[in-house]
C-alpha cells in the first residue's frame, strides 16, 4: 500500500501536504491537518510536485490521474483530458456483433464502456473487473466490481443490478478481481470464481455451487475457460496472492458443466506437475472441446501450456518467448494456428501454434498486457493494458486456397453439369480457369466468384480431352493459384458416362435404380 506522500511548501514549512486516501493540508506546520479533496479529487494519492515558478500551483498523481490546484487547495482542476493512462484489468469483453461495443474494468475507474469513439462511458463505479457481453444481444451485460460483486444490464449499461442470488462473493469468499465467464454457445450459462466455480443457468438470477462443494482445493478460483462449441467443457485454475495465504496452484477439468471436477494439475507429460506458479489466463480451441491453452504468472518456469485431451496431458509450448510474467492468452477464431500472448512486455504471436513465437508490439508502447480479445465484428485484436489503455490491431491471417474438385484423375461428360469445389480462407473474390491441353492454353469459365460459396456449377464442353486441368485464382491479389494436381478426362458419349449401354444411344437413366429402358 503505498498512497502515502507528504510535501512541504517550497517557500512556507509551515504548509503542509500530506496524502493518503485523502489530501489534506495543514497550515500550522502539521499541528491540525484538513481534508481538502474529497469529492473534487480522485482518491488515493501518490505524488505531489509544486511549480517551480509558482508554488501555488500544485500537481497531485493519484488514483484517478493529474489533478492540479493554483490557489493553494482552494480549487481543483482534473489534467486528464487526453491521456492514456487508464489501467484495465483482465477480463476485457467485445460484442461479437458490433465493433463498436465493448466494455473493461478498470484500477480504482470503475468499469467503462466503448461506443466507438475515444471518449468512454462509466457504467460502474469502484475497482472494475471481469466482464461480459451476451454474443446474441449487445445490450445484455455483465461486469463487477471488487470481490465478484456482480452486476447485470440489458441496457447496454445504463442500468445495472445486481446479480449474487446464492454467489459466494466478498473479501472473505473471492479474489480482489475475481473472474467470471460466460458461455457463447449457452449464454444464460456463466460461471463465477470464488471459493469454488459458482455457475448461473439463468443469466445470473440464481447461482450455485457448480459441484455442490464448498471449494475445489481451498484456495480462490484465479481464471476460468469455457469452451465456445459446449458449456459443459470448463478448466479452471486456484490461485491467490492475499498476504498471509499459501495457496494451492491447481487445475481442474469439468466435461459435464462443473459437477465433477478433475485435478489434472499432475499431468504435465503423465507425471510432472505443471508449474508452482499464479495461473493468469484459459482459453479454449475455438473449434475443439478438448484442446485449450493456459499461462502462468511468475519467473524461472515455462508460461504457456496446452492440452488436446481437457487437461489429461499437457505440453509446454513456451519456445522462445521471455521468461517474464504471462497474463492472457487468445486463439484466432477463425484461423486457430495463430495465438497471441500478452506479458509483461507487451504481445508476442505464434502462428504455428507454439513452436516459435515473435514480438507483435508495433503501434504500441511498452506496457503491461493484461488482456487479449478478438473483436469478431471488425476482426482486430484488442490489448488491454495496465497503464496505456487499449489498442486494437488486424489479426494475422494467412489467406489459403485449394481446389478439391475435380483434382485429377476423374471422368466427366461433355454438355453435363459438374459442380467444381474448392477450399479457403480470408478471400472475396475468385477466378476459375480451363485448359483442355495441360495448361497450354487456358479458357475463363467466371471470374468474380464469391469466395466463401466454394462451389461452382459448371457444364464441361463437348471437347474429348484426357488433358483437361481447372485452375482457380485469387483475383484480389492474383497470388493465390492452385489448380488440379493431374489431368482428368472429358468424354462425349454421355451413354457411356450415364447409361448401361456402349452404343450411341441417347439414353440417360436418371433414376440409376430404375430397371426399364423404354
Keep these: 500500500w503505498y498512497d502515502n506522500v507528504v510535501s512541504v511548501h517550497p517557500n512556507n514549512p509551515d504548509s503542509i501536504y500530506c496524502s493518503g486516501l485523502d489530501l489534506y493540508l495543514s497550515s500550522n506546520g502539521g499541528t491540525t491537518m484538513n481534508n481538502i479533496s474529497t469529492y473534487v479529487v480522485h482518491v488515493d494519492h501518490h505524488a505531489i510536485a509544486f511549480d517551480p515558478h509558482n508554488p501555488n500551483i500544485v500537481y497531485f498523481g493519484t488514483d484517478g490521474g493529474i489533478f492540479k490546484t493554483s490557489d493553494g487547495g482552494a480549487s481543483f482542476l482534473s489534467c486528464n483530458y487526453g491521456l492514456q493512462t487508464t489501467q484495465f484489468y483482465p477480463g476485457f469483453a467485445n460484442s461479437p456483433q458490433d465493433s463498436t461495443i465493448a466494455i473493461g474494468g478498470l484500477q480504482d475507474n470503475g468499469t467503462l464502456k466503448f461506443s466507438g469513439s475515444q471518449y468512454w462511458f462509466d457504467i460502474l463505479y469502484a475497482d472494475g473487473g471481469w466482464c461480459a457481453i451476451d454474443p446474441t444481444d449487445k445490450n445484455i451485460m455483465y461486469f463487477e466490481y471488487q470481490y465478484l460483486n456482480l452486476f447485470k444490464s440489458t441496457q447496454g449499461g445504463s442500468s445495472a443490478t445486481p446479480i449474487v442470488n446464492g454467489l459466494a462473493y466478498g473479501s472473505s469468499n473471492a479474489n480482489f478481481i475475481a473472474p467470471f465467464i460466460i458461455a457463447p454457445s449457452s449464454p444464460n450459462i456463466l460461471y463465477a470464481g470464488s471459493r469454488n466455480v459458482y455457475k448461473t443457468v439463468n443469466g445470473g438470477s440464481s447461482w450455485f455451487a457448480s459441484n455442490g462443494q464448498a471449494t475445489l482445493n481451498g484456495t480462490n478460483i484465479a481464471c476460468i475457460g469455457v469452451s465456445p462449441l459446449n458449456a459443459n467443457y470448463v478448466i479452471a485454475a486456484t490461485g491467490a496472492g492475499a498476504l498471509g495465504v499459501i495457496p494451492k496452484f491447481e487445475i481442474f477439468s469439468s466435461n459435464n458443466g462443473g459437477s465433477v471436477w478433475t485435478n489434472v494439475t499432475k499431468r504435465l507429460n503423465g507425471t510432472d506437475s ?27 518456469t515455462p508460461h ?58 508495433d503501434g504500441m508502447p511498452s506496457a503491461m498486457v493484461l488482456d487479449l480479445t478478438v473483436s469478431k465484428a471488425n476482426n482486430k485484436l484488442r490489448a488491454s493494458t495496465f497503464g496505456n489503455g487499449v489498442y486494437e490491431r488486424s489479426l494475422i491471417r494467412q489467406p489459403k486456397l485449394f481446389l478439391e474438385y475435380p483434382n485429377g ?51 464441361p464442353p463437348d471437347t474429348s480431352t484426357t488433358e483437361a486441368i481447372i485452375r482457380i485464382t485469387d483475383m484480389d491479389s492474383g497470388l493465390l493459384v492452385d489448380s488440379s494436381n493431374a489431368s482428368f478426362s472429358i468424354i462425349i458419349n454421355p451413354d457411356y458416362f450415364k447409361g448401361w449401354n456402349l452404343i450411341s444411344l441417347n439414353l440417360s437413366v436418371s433414376y440409376p435404380r430404375a430397371e426399364t429402358l423404354f
Design 274 to 300: 505443471l508449474p508452482n506458479r499464479y495461473p493468469t489466463d484459459i482459453e479454449f480451441d475455438p473449434a475443439d472441446n478438448f484442446t485449450a491453452y493456459l499461462t502462468y504468472s511468475g519467473y524461472g
Design 304 to 361: 504457456i501450456f496446452k492440452t488436446t485431451n481437457l487437461g489429461s496431458e499437457w505440453v509446454n509450448i513456451s519456445g522462445n518467448l521471455p521468461d517474464i510474467p504471462h497474463q492472457a492468452i487468445c486463439v484466432d477464431p477463425e484461423a486457430p494456428e495463430n495465438l497471441y500472448v500478452g506479458t509483461d512486455l507487451g504481445i508476442f504471436h505464434s502462428s504455428d501454434d507454439g513452436v516459435i513465437w515473435e514480438e507483435y508490439n
Design 409 to 459: 484423375g476423374e471422368t466427366v461428360a461433355g454438355g453435363f453439369q459438374e459442380t467444381i469445389t474448392w477450399k479457403q480462407r480470408f478471400l472475396q473474390n475468385v477466378k476459375l480457369e480451363f485448359s483442355s491441353n495441360n495448361g497450354v492454353n487456358w479458357m475463363l469459365i467466371a471470374d468474380n466468384i464469391p469466395a466463401q460459396s466454394e462451389s461452382f456449377n459448371w457444364t
